[in-house]
Each structure stands twice: as structure tokens, then as C-alpha cells.
């Protein structure tokens, strides 16, 4: 790496450098716009603008809507990630290697100063879930294998963006909502979501997809930042609780697939001011035809 590029790097503003960390660690080859989404959740400045200033100062490019960073340029941003503790992956602020992940596990966890986590990888061979929820500073976690099936309370007190397929427990714990701004279980076995007096202030997106235990929805009245919410194929969901009329920054609905589900009341008092999205496709509609003159942003529509 030359002079000239790591000017540019120590030239970059504090956002800029988690995003650039960000790549070189997570993201390098990945789309565009999914990267700015989770950036989003990441950082307070927009993200895009920030990428930009990233590849105007040559430490990305840009091709095909795909962010590419050089390799020596991720080597650098993996150097940074591990300072001086280059043996002890739980004092990095992110993991992406299995193989450190399961250290970092089998370690004291004082000191721990994990903030991201992203695997492709199978971990299922030596996942504790007990040992991931005492990492107290994590506010990234994307996994994509599934988990031992059961019940478990852990405490993610930062997170802000859990994405997570194949989730096998029931439930989420109580401390969880406060800062959490997406979730995605796909394919997960969870059976409740959060309790009357919980607060979530700050969720955007939730995608449930093919989550097939899902037999009815939370009380949607303490979330109603909700923009996006995707229940498609949740087979066995028979309710939607009727506090979605409120959700009025919502701007996508998905319940396709639901088969089990009666269509939700769009009526008198919906408030879906901002709906633009609404699939509908293999729902109940043996009960009720649905009411969508008060949708008056309605753009699409499948049936």
C-alpha cells in the first residue's frame, strides 16, 4: 500500500472509517444498496454519501452496483481491526473467520470488545449462544446457519441489526428492542416476539419469512417507526393484531403465502397513509374482501 493511500485513509471522517472497516472485513464484492441498508443501522451520517466520499478518496470502486475494495486495502482494514491484540479475537471489534469466532468464544469474555459479527460460514458444530449474548457491545450480527432449537434468554443490549436465518429458539429476550433497527429471521422457528410493555422505538424493517411456528403478531402500537414488515409464508399465522391500521410510515406489506391467515381489516380506521406495497397472493380470502379505498398510496397490489 502506498503513501498516498493511507493519507486517504487517515483522511476519512469517523463514519467514513467504520464503513471502510466495514468493507474490507464484511462487504467487499457485495451489492450497493444492501450495504448502505445495514449501514443505516450502523452509523449516524447517511451512508451513502459517505461510500461515496470512500470511493472519491480511491480506497473502493464501484462496479455493476457492487463495491469492490483492492486487496491489499482489505489486508489493511483487517490490520486495523486487530491493533496490537492479533492473537485475541475477542478484543477485535469485528469477526469474520470462523475459526476466530470460536476462539473469541472459548475465551474469557472480560474485555470482550466485539461490535460486529458476520459469518457465512457453518458454526453450528461449536455455537454458544450463551457465550455470543455475553458480548455486550455487539451491534452487527448476521449468521446464516441454524442453531440448537430450545429456549434461551440472552441480552443484546446494542444491537441494532440481527439477521439471522435459520433462527431455531422461540422467543427474543426482553432487553433486545430498545435499539434494534432491522430484524430478519427467515426461516426461523420463533413463536413470540416482544410483550405489551416493551419499548421499540427504533425498528424499521422486520422480515419473517417462512417462519412457519409464527401463529400471530405482536401489538404493533410501540413500533410504529415500522416501514417494512415481510410475514410471506408464515403458514400457520391465523392473526394479525389489529394495531397494524397504525403503522402509518409503513411503506411495504408482505403476507403472501399466509394461508392460514384471514385478510386483516383495511378499513375505517386503517391508517396506512403511506402503504405502497401489498401482497396479498395465497391468503384466506374466503371471509372478507379487502377494503383498500383508505390505502391512498397504494402502487402495487398482487392478489
Request: proline content about 3%; glycine content about 4%.
Amino acid at each position: 500500500m502506498n503513501s498516498l493511500q493511507e493519507t486517504s485513509y487517515t483522511d476519512l471522517k469517523g463514519d467514513e472509517k467504520i464503513i471502510f472497516l466495514d468493507i474490507a472485513c464484511f462487504f467487499g464484492g457485495k451489492r450497493n444498496k444492501y450495504v448502505e441498508h445495514i449501514l443505516e443501522s450502523r452509523i449516524s451520517s447517511d451512508p451513502h454519501l459517505a461510500i461515496q466520499e470512500i470511493w472519491r478518496n480511491s480506497l473502493i470502486k464501484i462496479r455493476n452496483d457492487e463495491i469492490h475494495m483492492h486487496q491489499i486495502l482489505r489486508d489493511l482494514g483487517k490490520k486495523i481491526v486487530r491493533g496490537n491484540n492479533t492473537e485475541e479475537p475477542k478484543c477485535w471489534s469485528r469477526l469474520w473467520d470462523a475459526k476466530d469466532f470460536q476462539k473469541a468464544l472459548n475465551t474469557d469474555m472480560k474485555g470482550n470488545a466485539v461490535q460486529a459479527i458476520v459469518l457465512d460460514e457453518d458454526v453450528s458444530r461449536f455455537f454458544k449462544i450463551e457465550r455470543v449474548s455475553q458480548m455486550r457491545h455487539l451491534r452487527l450480527l448476521i449468521l446464516h446457519q441454524e442453531s440448537p432449537s430450545g429456549n434461551h434468554i440472552f441480552y443484546f443490549n446494542e444491537l441494532s441489526y440481527l439477521s439471522w436465518d435459520g433462527y431455531a429458539y422461540a422467543s427474543l429476550s426482553l432487553s433486545i428492542w430498545f435499539n434494534l433497527v432491522e430484524l430478519n429471521l427467515l426461516n426461523s422457528s420463533i413463536e413470540r416476539l416482544w410483550d405489551e410493555e416493551e419499548e421499540i422505538p427504533n425498528l424499521k424493517r422486520m422480515d419473517l419469512s417462512n417462519s412457519r411456528n409464527l401463529t400471530t403478531t405482536p401489538n404493533f402500537v410501540r413500533c410504529q417507526g415500522l416501514v417494512r414488515l415481510d410475514l410471506s409464508g408464515c403458514t400457520n399465522l391465523t392473526e394479525v393484531h389489529d394495531s397494524i391500521q397504525l403503522l402509518s410510515k409503513l411503506d411495504y406489506l408482505s403476507l403472501r403465502n399466509c394461508s392460514s391467515l384471514p385478510i386483516p381489516d383495511f378499513g375505517s380506521n386503517c391508517q396506512l397513509v403511506s402503504l405502497r406495497t401489498l401482497l396479498l397472493s395465497g391468503c384466506n380470502f374466503r371471509h372478507r374482501r379487502p377494503d383498500l379505498t383508505r390505502l391512498s398510496k397504494l402502487s402495487y397490489i398482487d392478489f
